[in-house]
């Protein structure tokens, strides 16, 4: 049975992003609440928030084509990337916060400034990238766009990918220079380093294996040393499931009607990453292509620079794997053990309908690595098979769940799940996730605790100026923000140029 001493006020379960956010969030807001962590892995940031498993492009969909659609008439449907993005300026703001108030000392070592590319070839693709691009160069939030299908202009932005090159079909690409790359591992395991200093408890190799109501509406944990194999119960008003894949089970053993008819589907991802530093130096961006025809939204192919242990890297993908663990850390039976008879219905349906998905899927899975070479040389035409080798990345686990658009419905997106009461939050998805941790734990926030908001505005608003404002509509504020922001980060004073056409 559970003691008073292991009472407290918050539970974060999983030491990725999501719950380093929540409870830097919450140690400003409620400096006297205590909190509670528990991860089963032995340090912080290791599963879906590592560096090495997490696209690390600071999605502010300035590259990503799968945010913007084309509409039945034909138009540039751009909300979903005007959306995205001002997501991503509240990350930006927050980190800004973290660096002037010396939580973040070296914010080189999370954050740096790259270019994001959007490239495309053939004509139809082509006509596409330009009229995304008259969408977007009105909008504030993508100020500084280029576009070009001028071969020595693409020379210049892309020197890699353009050698070899024989242009058979019209080639175009926009680039824009306050992109980013972020490795959420770093920026992970500095928040908890931060959290510890300010007594928040944080219990490595301990998992959790059941929450239940109390008479009182708190949630009893029941948690698990792994090291000891001795179990526990904590008691928490307020719980926060943030472990990735793994939350869905969590989520699944709360009982709360919230959590009914929604399922998983895990998807896992390979990279090909450069081993020849004269290939990495050529390379300077995040250039992100369209994804084939059947391909889901998060198997857009991108070739990224990256920084991981202050260390320039260059990876390509990804390449959809499959495995039933819903954790890259987690067991062969997870997905089956997700099905209950509440979402056995749910996930028939989705199964009938993502056929396609499925079919990719096994195409993928049975790739060679030479297959994989042939789809990195659309990209970079010289490319040689010994200069690459595959690290395998982390899980994702795919939201399906009943919606208007029908019953088993793939959600490709990251969503929170919480209580009517407000006790407890999972967080399910995948991709922008980590880009857009803090408007996601924001939305907990007035989810979870919406009697205190009033209170809390203030000092949200210190920490994150814009919150509860839009960008678009204040362009003003927008680039001033922007700016201050790239000067805290060291990104880079922003130019302020307009966006251009060069044909």
Not at 295 to 315: C, E, G
């Amino acid at each position: 049975m559970s003691n008073v001493q292991n009472k407290t006020d918050v539970i974060l379960i999983g030491a990725g992003v999501m719950s380093a956010t929540l409870g830097a969030l919450l140690k400003e807001l409620a400096p006297d609440w205590k909190i509670k962590v528990f991860e089963k892995l032995a340090r912080a940031g290791e599963e879906s928030s590592n560096e090495w498993n997490n696209a690390g492009t600071g999605h502010a969909a300035l590259c990503e084509l799968n945010y913007t659609s084309v509409k039945a008439d034909g138009s540039i449907d751009i909300s979903k990337a005007v959306k995205v993005n001002e997501q991503f300026q509240l990350s930006r703001q927050y980190w800004s916060y973290l660096v002037k108030n010396k939580v973040i000392r070296k914010p080189q070592d999370f954050i740096m400034p790259i270019p994001h590319i959007s490239f495309v070839e053939g004509e139809e693709n082509v006509t596409f990238l330009k009229k995304r691009m008259q969408a977007l160069s009105s909008n504030p939030l993508f100020h500084g766009m280029e576009y070009s299908d001028d071969l020595t202009k693409l020379k210049e932005w892309m020197p890699l990918m353009m050698e070899g090159r024989t242009a058979k079909d019209p080639i175009a690409a926009t680039k824009i220079d306050s992109g980013t790359d972020v490795n959420f591992g770093a920026l992970t395991r500095m928040l908890f380093d931060h959290l510890k200093k300010r007594d928040v408890e944080i219990n490595y190799e301990h998992s959790v294996k059941d929450l239940k109501r109390t008479v009182d509406g708190s949630w009893e944990v029941k948690v698990q040393d792994i090291k000891s194999g001795k179990t526990e119960s904590h008691i928490a008003k307020f719980v926060f499931i943030g472990g990735g894949g793994g939350s869905l089970h969590l989520l699944q053993k709360t009982g709360i009607p919230e959590s009914k008819q929604i399922g998983g589907f895990p998807v896992s991802g390979l990279f090909l990453v450069c081993n020849n530093p004269e290939v990495v130096e050529k390379h300077h961006a995040k250039v992100y292509g369209k994804a084939k025809v059947g391909a889901p939204p998060m198997s857009v192919p991108h070739l990224d620079t990256r920084y991981i242990d202050n260390k320039k890297t260059l990876l390509f993908g990804p390449f959809a794997g499959f495995s039933p663990k819903f954790l890259k850390t987690g067991s062969n039976l997870d997905l089956i053990g997700s099905v209950k008879p509440n979402n056995v219905m749910t996930m028939l349906a989705a199964g009938f309908k993502e056929m396609a998905l499925t079919k990719y899927l096994i195409q993928q899975v049975l790739l060679s690595n030479e297959k994989r070479m042939e789809e990195l040389r659309e990209f970079i035409p010289n490319a040689k098979s010994e200069d690459w080798s595959i690290v395998v990345a982390g899980q994702r686990v795919q939201v399906i769940k009943d919606t208007e658009a029908g019953k088993g419905t793939l959600q490709f997106g990251t969503e929170v799940v919480s209580a009517s009461d407000g006790s407890v939050a999972a967080l399910l998805g995948a991709s922008p996730g980590a880009s857009t941790a803090v408007h996601v734990m924001l939305e907990v926030l007035e989810k979870c605790f919406p009697q205190h908001m009033f209170e809390w505005e203030a000092k949200i608003k210190e920490m994150v100026p814009s919150f509860g404002v839009s960008l678009v509509e204040n362009p003003e504020l927008f680039h001033e923000l922007h700016r201050s922001t790239a000067e805290t980060l060291g990104l880079g004073i922003e130019s302020g140029k307009k966006a251009t056409v060069s044909s």
